[in-house]
């Protein structure tokens, strides 16, 4: 594991990953790209997004059968596509729940309908205050580890990609 890739944030990386993917660029960031961790971590937000992206869909509309606690702390998702006979169960994190949560009431949806046909409004895929907590807090221990940590490296980074009179 290289030094760079040391200083970041595993849960910090998830939830970035989550909202904002194009974030991390493979020349900036190339560690990401090659540490077994971050790839698994790139692969798990994938799926995420694919879950917001199934949730948040105005057509085909999609049905939230059913959110379970475990008892580990961690939640059993169920929800289908009826139009397109596609049904997904996904077992989350509780992490993993709250940045599904904060994606979608960051996104114009349809509601997802339960399967007795009725709003789930009643099930819990809203996010709460303790959500957005949760990921923002994650959101900044990575931006702590990232982020410069003196004056001078800040001065150096802004002054990297200045071309200089030679270059053409």
């Not at 939830?15 to 660029?25: K, N, S, Y």
């Not at 059993?76 to 989350?92: Q, S």
């Not at 399967?115 to 709460?128: F, K, Q, V």
Request: glycine share 6%; hydrophobic share 40%.
């Amino acid at each position: 594991m290289s030094a760079e890739s040391a200083r970041i944030d595993r849960d910090g990386l998830l939830c970035a990953l989550v909202l904002a993917p194009t974030t991390f660029a493979r020349n900036r960031f190339f560690a990401l790209y090659t540490e077994p961790w971050a790839r698994r971590t790139r692969s798990r937000a994938a799926q995420l997004r694919t879950i917001v992206r199934h949730l948040a869909a105005l057509t085909p509309k999609p049905e939230l059968h059913e959110i379970l606690p475990l008892e580990d702390g961690g939640t059993v998702i169920r929800y289908g596509v009826p139009d397109l006979h596609f049904e997904r169960t996904a077992i989350l994190e509780p992490l993993e729940l709250a940045v599904v949560r904060f994606a979608l009431s960051r996104r114009p949806r349809a509601i997802p309908t339960t399967s007795d046909g009725g709003e789930a409004s009643s099930l819990p895929i809203h996010a709460t205050e303790e959500d957005r907590r949760r990921v923002e807090q994650a959101l900044a221990k990575l931006s702590q580890r990232l982020g410069p940590t003196s004056i001078a490296e800040l001065e150096n980074s802004r002054l990297e990609g200045l071309p200089t009179p030679g270059d053409s």
